[in-house]
């Protein structure tokens, strides 16, 4: 015995021949024909028409949707623990590496390139800017640019992308970036790491870690202006604390 397939009809063709039958300028019978539609069924979607107008004039239309709304809101509650969903933020700082001081920070929107932000942190630095050391992630000509810009004697300490090649002019007149290849073409990477003084970016990876601990990793605040100000009380704050007492390490081993 074959399956038999049934017909599912759309809700804007539903809605014409309920229309339709309304009006009453066609008999059941004609518009059966018409559509190629069983009686009945235009009769019950007539019906559903006429009471969906009754419930909005009613004002039960706007109950039905405030309840939806309302579970909307307790799904969201249980998820994401607020109303709303979350909307993430990137916070980008510039460290003292010698003072643990941050001296600049910016909050973006997650989708904004860190490289993106060294102009504007460096913008914020008063003093003179001895060097630049940052994760792979900046190694873009714009970040060079940037900090030569603003620091021309300044060096840039950032690991070269593991399929980055020296410039053309590498062996006459190479660029601090060449100059890192050829360093870790020779020694390799770790030992690069540590001539370099990259190691020290670990301290701005603490910096981060300090802000989320003491401060928390979230935003009160409602409006990006007022996001900033609260980050910029937060930065103070985390200067002040640190101003009052730095703990002193030494290595034993």
């Given amino acids: 015995m074959g399956k038999v397939t049934r017909k599912r009809y759309g809700a804007e063709f539903k809605a014409k021949v309920a229309l339709e039958a309304i ?28 009471g969906g107008l009754a419930l ?31 909307s993430w933020r990137k916070l980008h700082i510039g460290l003292d590496t010698d003072t643990g001081q941050v001296v600049a920070a910016t909050l973006t929107n997650k989708a904004r390139d860190d490289g993106a932000e060294v102009g504007p942190l460096l913008d914020q630095v008063l003093g003179p800017v001895a060097s630049f050391t940052a994760d792979g992630a900046y190694d873009q000509e714009g970040v060079s640019i940037a900090v030569a810009e603003r620091h021309p ?19 006459t007149a190479p660029t601090q ?7 870790i073409v020779e020694h390799g990477r770790a030992a690069w790491h540590k001539v370099s003084g990259y190691t020290k970016r670990a301290r701005a990876e603490a910096a981060i870690s300090r802000f989320k601990q003491v401060i928390g990793d979230g935003l009160r605040s409602r409006t990006d202006r007022r996001r900033a100000t609260e980050v910029d009380v937060a930065v103070h ?9 730095r703990p002193i390490s030494v290595r034993i081993a």
């Fill in 23 to 50: 009006r009453g300028e066609q008999t059941s019978a004609e518009l059966s024909a018409k559509h190629g539609i069983h009686q009945t069924m235009i009769a019950a979607w007539k019906q559903q028409a006429i």
């Fill in 237 to 245: 704050a985390l200067n002040r604390m640190l101003g009052l007492g």
């Fill in 153 to 171: 004697e300044a060096a840039i300490i950032v690991p070269p992308r593991s399929t980055a090649v020296p410039s053309e002019a590498a062996a």
């Fill in 56 to 86: 909005t004039f009613s004002g039960k239309a706007e109950v039905v949707q405030a309840t939806g709304e309302a579970k909307l809101t307790r799904l969201l509650v249980e998820k994401h623990g607020a109303k709303t969903r979350r």
């Fill in 177 to 183: 970036r060449d100059r890192h290849l050829q360093s």
